[in-house]
């Protein structure tokens, strides 16, 4: 089965600062697409940022970027210059490739807490 | 923008009641889905429909039903409500033509069962 797997329940940041948050996956598929999504506490859910698992060029959205290591199976987010807004929980979210009844469905991590320190 | 409208932003209803939860979708998306949000689980999901009137189980479809009708709209029916199913509830909606196209979230429905 597919899972994913975020292993830091939550995580603290100085504003300003640089923040890595981790996500390790595990499929058997080799063309799939991978997200993260930013729930800040007004509770409606983001696409931060996303990546074709087909492109060996990682992803990057103004301060967001990412670090996709397709043989490691490993999806982690890099938030650069930390600010207050970017407090939030984050769920990284994988999606099958379409087909068989995988219309685009995502399987979502745990979630990750960020806390941004002022 | 894509709106997803979810009815209530908060709900209480008592065991045994049947449940009614709504969505509504205004970009003519094919894909909707219902997942249920819970501390530690992340999203799992309930249901996911492609097209009017088609239906596909998720993950934890026990306990729920769902029903689309029109092609904006998307109803999750607990039929009889249990404590067990209190939880905050997320409906998403996505393009269905092509794979990289992102869901879009409403903002939820925090539903107790008291």
């Known amino acids: 089965a597919q899972t994913v797997t975020q292993s830091q329940p939550e995580m603290s940041v100085q504003e300003a600062e640089t923040v890595t948050l981790s996500c390790t996956y595990d499929?058997?598929?080799?063309?799939?697409?991978l997200f993260w999504y930013k729930q800040p506490p007004s509770r409606q859910m983001i696409l931060v940022i996303r990546q074709e698992a087909y492109k060996q060029q990682n992803a990057t959205e103004n301060r967001f970027s990412v670090n996709f290591q397709k043989a490691a199976k490993s999806f982690s987010l890099k938030i650069s210059d930390s600010q207050l807004g970017d407090a939030a929980m984050y769920f990284c979210?994988?999606?099958?490739?379409?087909?068989?009844?995988?219309?685009?469905?995502?399987?979502f991590g745990q979630g990750t807490t960020l806390q941004v320190k002022p | 923008d894509v709106k997803v409208t979810q009815s209530s932003r908060y709900l209480v209803k008592r065991t045994g009641e049947k449940v009614f939860l709504e969505c509504v979708q205004d970009?003519?998306?094919?894909?909707m889905f219902w997942y249920r949000q819970d501390p530690g689980l992340g999203l799992r999901l309930i249901y996911f429909s492609y097209d009017v009137k088609m239906k596909e189980k998720g993950d934890i479809p026990e306990g729920y039903s769902v029903s689309r009708e029109k092609k904006e709209r998307f109803s999750l029916i607990l039929e009889s409500a249990s404590t067990n199913q209190t939880s905050m509830y997320l409906c998403a909606s996505s393009s269905g033509t092509t794979n990289n196209q992102p869901q879009h979230f409403g903002d939820g429905t925090r539903l107790s069962i008291l």
């Open positions: 970009m003519d998306h094919e894909n």
């Open positions: 979210a994988y999606r099958p490739p379409m087909g068989s009844g995988n219309t685009g469905k995502l399987i």
């Open positions: 499929t058997s598929e080799s063309d799939y697409y």
